[in-house]
């Protein structure tokens, strides 16, 4: 009798809705209309026809009131739920289920709201970047420089994989036309939420800096600090084996202790995203021999999946060969593509 009781309220409250769009009320009065498209923490972010998407926190959340079906993670439960929410007594919401079935819950119970599927443990969630730049270097290259460089990454529950490429076209006053590249891949293992296995291996050829092919080769362990939507933070370390093969100066091969920092942080909501990514390489039979590559920079979403992007790649190898700077800086600015 109380299950017919709670789908008849239901069936009410959804013939009720006064246009087909989702409804956030908060607690000091205000309502909020549009498509609720994730919760993650204590973030709530809705996408607006007249403001974009746009952040509330979930602690200001009274009720909510969807017009299709979201998918719920709740505190305590493995599995989700997916269903149409409704309020409940105001303090909550009630989800029905695509079996016709009402489940009461709590709206502090609300873990996530349509989570990703690495967050729910199903399936796999694919995601991509291209980006496109024209640049000004200075240390080992004068030039005027186009650089391609892309991405692809892959992420399940239980692991993520991802493969990366860049590729320089330089025009030197003094060389002439020059290619330098660097392919990169990396799979991680989790074991548990935060902390994971990882291999990784990266190829480089960049005659500007006399390397005809420096390759590396490693492993170690890594730790996810954050991972939501206004920032994330991964960190690794483990040991490395590199190759030098140079073009003029003597070849090399040594371990390294390796080391890796991602991060992207969004402190002003979607519409600017901070990045930063390096990896390291401390040869462990010379101490004095260092190599870090690097890149910062931010994104400006113009449309859809296109960004605005200025970016900063530095490049150091605290021994460099015979005749070469230490350290290479390029300024990119150009578009990106994201998926």
């Not at 006064?18 to 908060?26: F, Q």
């Not at 919760?39 to 009274?62: C, F, N, P, Q």
């Not at 020059?178 to 990784?200: K, S």
Request: proline content about 4%.
């Amino acid at each position: 009798m109380q299950r017919t009781w709670r789908s008849a309220c239901f069936l009410l409250a959804l013939l009720s809705l006064p246009a087909l769009a989702d409804e956030v009320r908060l607690a000091n009065g205000d309502r909020i209309s549009g498509e609720l498209k994730a919760k993650t923490g204590d973030k709530l972010v809705v996408s607006t026809s007249y403001a974009g998407d746009i952040e509330i926190r979930w602690s200001e959340v009274v009720s909510v009131a969807t017009t299709h079906p979201v998918e719920l993670m709740l505190e305590g439960r493995k599995s989700p739920l997916r269903g149409v929410l409704q309020p409940l007594y105001g303090s909550g919401a009630l989800v029905v289920d695509d079996k016709g079935g009402a489940v009461e819950i709590a709206l502090r119970d609300v873990a996530l709201l349509n989570p990703k599927p690495y967050k729910s443990g199903r399936g796999v969630e694919y995601t991509g970047r291209a980006l496109l730049s024209a640049a000004y270097t200075r240390g080992n290259a004068q030039s005027s420089q186009l650089q391609g460089d892309a991405e692809f990454n892959a992420r399940a529950k239980r692991y993520r994989y991802g493969v990366s490429g860049k590729l320089d076209r330089r025009d030197e006053r003094t060389a002439g036309a020059r290619t330098a590249w660097l392919a990169g891949a990396h799979y991680d293992r989790f074991l548990d939420e935060r902390r994971f296995n990882y291999v990784r291996g990266s190829v480089e050829h960049d005659r500007a800096k006399d390397i005809d092919r420096r390759t590396a080769l490693g492993g170690g362990h890594g730790l996810q600090l954050l991972d939501s939507p206004a920032a994330s933070l991964s960190v690794r370390a483990g040991l490395d084996y590199v190759t030098v093969k140079r073009l003029a100066a003597a070849d090399e091969g040594y371990p390294a202790a390796g080391w890796g920092v991602k991060a992207g942080f969004a402190p002003w909501g979607p519409r600017i995203q901070l990045f930063h990514e390096h990896e390291g390489f401390w040869n462990l039979e010379d101490r004095a021999s260092v190599v870090l590559r690097s890149k910062t920079g931010l994104r400006v979403p113009i449309t859809g999946g296109l960004n605005a992007t200025a970016q900063l790649n530095v490049d150091w190898d605290r021994t460099p060969a015979p005749g070469r700077a230490a350290t290479d800086s390029t300024l990119l600015f150009g578009v990106d593509y994201a998926f």
